[in-house]
Every structure is written in C-alpha cells, then in structure tokens.
C-alpha cells in the first residue's frame, strides 16, 4: 500500500532523514518508533506531502505521490491526523467533522457522522460545541474522526497517545485495532512504544533519521534492544 | 434615482460610506484566509488610475472602465499574492505596506497621470450612489453565500490553521491566491468609484493611512462574520459626522452654563477636540482601538452574537 524508497527529506539545508526505506502492507497496522527527533513527524510530514523530500520516492498503491501537494494526497485516500491534532478550535465539533469530507464529492456525510458519533459518543454529546473547549482525548478523537470522514484507505497517525491518560490512550489504540478490522491499512508513529507494538502488525525504529530496526510488532517487544531503550526494562 | 432622495450632503456622507464599506471587504477577502493586508490602499489606487485612464483617456464608457479596471487590479493582487504566499504575520504586513509605497511612487511619478500633481479631471460619475449601493448589495449576496460553501468553509480553516487546512485536503495555495486577487478585484472597484466622484486623484490620496483605515473597519466592526465590515466601515465613517453633530448642539449652549472656570475649560476643550478637520480625530480612533481591544476584541459584531440574536429570537417565536 505505502512503499518508501531511499527517501531524504528536511528542512531547507537541514536534513533530517537519510535513506528511509519502509513499506505498509494493506490492511496492517505499522508502527514506526524512535525518540524525540528522530524524524518520525518529518517522514509523516512528507508523506502527506506537507514538506518536499530532496531524494527518494514515496509510492501508494502503485502511484508515485513523492512531489505531490498535500490536497491531491489526502484525495488519493490517504488522511493524517497530525501532530498536536490540528483540529479547527474555533469550529463546532460537527463542523470540523463536516470539513474532514471537504474532498469528497457525494453528499452521503450525514451518514458517516452517524456512524463517527456511534465510534466516539463523547463527540455526539458535545456536537455544537467548540472544538477548543474539549478535553484532549476528545481533541484527539475528534481528530481522528475527522480524518476518517474522508474515506481514507490509509490513516497516518502523527502521536496519538501524547498527552493523554493512560486510559484514554488504552480506548485510542483500540479504536485503531477497529479500524483494522474494517479494512484500514494504519501507520502510526508513536513514542509510547509499548501499546503501539502490542497493536502493530509490523514495527520500525527510526534513530537519527534512519531506520535501524524493522520485525514484527511481537518480536520487537521481546527484543532486549527494543526493551532496554525503548521500553524502560533493564536486563536482568 | 436614488441620488434625487437625498440633500447634498446626505449623498456625499452615503457615498463615502459605501466606498469605505466596500475596501473593508477588499481587506476581509483575505483576512478571511489569514493574510492580512496593509496594501488595500495600493490596490484602491491601481483601480481609481487604471479606470480613471480608460474613461479620461480613452473615453471608454464608466460601467467597463469599472470592471476591467477591477480586474486588472485583480490580476496585480494575484501577482502581489504569490510572494505573499510565502510569508505570514508581521512580514506580509510589511511586503503589503512596500507594495502600496511602491503604488505611492508611481503615481507620483507617472507623468502620463499628471504626476505630483494628479490625475485631474476625471470623468464625474452622477450615479455614483446606485454603483455603489449596488455593488454593495452583490457582494452582501456574494458573502451570504460564500459563508455557507464549502469554499467559506475552507477559508475559515485556512485561517485558523493552515496546517489542518491542508492535512484535510484543502488547496491552501489555490484559495489563498483566490482571495488576495479577489480581495485586489474589489479594492480596484472601490478606486474607480471613489477616482469618478471625487474626479481628482492624487499620489496622497491612497496612502498609508487609508490602508490603516480600512483594516480598522474590519477589526472594530469584527472578522468573524461579512457584517462585521459593513458595520465598522459605518461606524467609524459616521462617527467623525457624529462628533461633528454633537460639536454643533455644543455651541447651542447658552454661554452662561459655561461661565465657570472649570466648565470653560473642558468646554474649550471638548469644542476643540470634537473638530472634524483636524488630526485629533486619529486621536479618538486609538482610543476607540484600545477600548475595544479591551471590551471586544473581536470586533463589535461576532459570528457568536449573531448566533445567540437569531437562537434568541427562535426560542422567542417558539415561546
């Protein structure tokens, strides 16, 4: 579904990532990992086509999507919910769930709201408020909802556990394990790497702009490597 | 028409307040994407000379100096818009700011155009007020109806947060340059209408002070909603006539009640201040900013109060 290869991207002369390989079969959950500053956000970042990579190619379903603007991005199916969660504070929660289906054509939105009301019922009871005055886990699921009324194939997910209660974190991941099953290919860039490996199908680490790691969800979380730097377990 | 309703004085406070309605929404084009324009005044003169060329010059008839001056300064906006796509905040203040300067410089300049000494006899426009209430009740239409598209809507995010805009699948590059150029298209419409009833212009007339004008119409009168630019443009066009008003039942005053050496004074002074010909006016519209940065800083009307108005009065009715 997403294949990228050999990607180099920064910002201006400042290069973040060096020679990024990495490809998300349909229908998996991915997760990449790796510490503050990595260049998990700037690999989402040119996926989405939010910053123009300098070298390498990024292909979805076989197009190659590496110079594209953002909005031509989001209209082949692919919807980020990004960093800090960027939903429009000053909009009722209804309204921002109406502009996540700004590229769709059809009028069918009522339909989806329905159904994004019966996955996070927080965001019926609150529809006519602003999106501002919400709690960061219903920012968060309003986020998310929002990104899915587009109809995407694939969800990017820029952290979705910052911030949050450990609670609400647990309720988000599992959202994700419900849009898998209904056929949502899912990459997701997390720092906390626990539930996001518990969750993913496959799984990268991203050190200083490259990738250093790549398994399964479940052999990353025995791995000692893994356990020693990213999940906070000494060995013995 | 509507000019015969109307003394003489009545029509020229109208006009003025009409023309200044429509550069407020010249600047509220694109404020509505966040950008925000100091240079309206540069585009209000683009459209004044380039109209004010085609009927004094070349003797076109007004209603197509109008609109081709409009769209030429359109396209000038378009092309001022590109690199104002690059930068926001304090920065396109100050390239819209160079831009009217550079506008300022030109005029001056131009020998074609009377130079420093102005464009002078401009064809005279006698239905000036139809133009303009005319126009007025296009673009209120116009914004009635952008405010519930999807291109309303997708302004509004722009100018919330871009980064949102473009996760969501808008063309923030596209819409951006849209309302710059469209914005410029009405700013040059409101210059030709002002170049054919004044019939003078010169290199003072659009300078940086206009442009500071016209952004205070919308921000006192409020961004969220398109009535917001029609009331501050009203306001603050009206208020120096108010001052001069109340200055004039001032010297209805028996002399008597301002006998006292303390009421002399602030009678005195309050004459002087309430002087409409004088700059102290400018005085009175920082105040009138500062209060309102204070009590409404969104302006005097706001999307919000409009809402709970028109939901008050739906209860009221259901009642």
Known sequence: MLAIRDLHAGYGKIAVLHSVNLSVEEGQIVTLIGANGAGKTTLLKAVSGII???AGSIEVGGANITHRPPHKIVELGISQVAEGRAILKRMTVLENLRMGAFVRGDL?????????FQRFPALQERQHRLAGILSGGEQQMLAIARALMARPRLLLLDEPSLGLAPMIVTQIFRTLRE??????????????ARQALQ??????????????LQGSGQSFLNDPEIQRNYLGKHAA | MLDTLFDGYTRSILVFTGINIIAAYSFYLPFKTGQVSLGQAGFLAVGA??????????????????????????LV?????????????????????????????????????????????IPYNAYTLDYVYGLLVVLLVAFARLERSSLGRAMDSIHEDELAAEVMGINVVSIKLLAFGLGAFVAGLAGALFAHHATYVDSTTFNILVGVNILMFVLVGGSSTYWGPVIGAAFLTLLPEFLRMLREWLELLPPEWVEGAPLKRIYAFVHEFLDFENEKRLIAYGIILIVMMILRPDGILTRDSLRRFFAGRREGRLA
Do not use: C, H
């Not at chain 2, 000379?49 to 359109?74: D, E, R, W």
């Open chain 1, 179 to 192: 849009l898998q099953g209904e056929g949502k290919t899912i990459f997701l860039v997390e720092q906390n």
């Open chain 1, 52 to 54: 123009r990579p300098s």
């Open chain 1, 108 to 116: 069918d939105i009522g339909r989806d709201i329905e159904e994004m």
């Open chain 1, 199 to 212: 969750i993913a199908d496959q799984a990268y680490v991203l050190e200083r702009g490259r990738v250093t």
């Open chain 2, 49 to 74: 000379y380039a109209a004010g060329i085609m009927t004094q010059k070349l003797g076109l008839p007004f209603p197509v100096a109008l609109l081709v001056g409009g769209a030429i300064t359109g």
């Open chain 2, 77 to 121: 906006g378009v092309g001022v818009g590109f690199p104002a796509l690059r930068i926001r905040g304090i920065y396109l203040l100050l390239l819209t700011l160079a831009f009217a300067e550079i506008v300022q410089g030109v005029v001056m300049t131009w020998e074609y155009t009377g130079g420093a000494e102005g464009f002078q006899r």
